[in-house]
């Protein structure tokens, strides 16, 4: 079982920064490929961001691409997710996800564990 937790969420105003941060509990965690996604009201949740187990791997959604990090850091069992250039359309839920396996996948189902969420809210 992994436990994922979340922080780093807030208000922001356009083109602000963020950085959000997810801590997994299991001393494995460096064999999970990581992902984040997010949920606006009303919304499916969506892909934004995965990283391979290595860390030398990484995709993004062509919405966020060229404005948000993933990186993680095996030493700590941590993944963050540095957020630049935001826009209100990026105001969400965000979520930690763990997938078993050293591949990149993106698709909501291929993910075994995650995390409660942490809310981005972007004003105009």
């Known amino acids: 079982q992994v436990q994922l937790v979340e922080s780093g969420g807030g208000l922001v105003q356009t083109g602000g920064s963020l950085r959000l941060s997810c801590a997994a509990s299991r001393r494995t965690f460096r064999a999970y490929t990581m992902a984040w996604f997010r949920q606006a009201p009303g919304k499916e949740r969506e892909f934004v961001a995965t990283?391979?187990?290595?860390?030398?791997?990484?995709y993004y959604a062509d919405s966020v691409k060229g404005r948000f990090t993933i990186s993680r850091d095996n030493a700590k069992n941590t993944v963050y997710l540095q957020m630049n250039s935001l826009k209100p359309e990026d105001t969400a839920v965000y979520y930690c996800?763990?997938?078993?396996?050293?591949?990149?996948?993106?698709?909501?189902?291929?993910?075994?564990?995650w995390g409660q969420g942490t809310q981005v809210t972007v004003s105009s």
């Open positions: 996800a763990a997938a078993d396996t050293i591949v990149v996948v993106t698709t909501h189902g291929e993910y075994d564990y």
């Open positions: 990283i391979r187990w290595s860390g030398g791997s990484t």
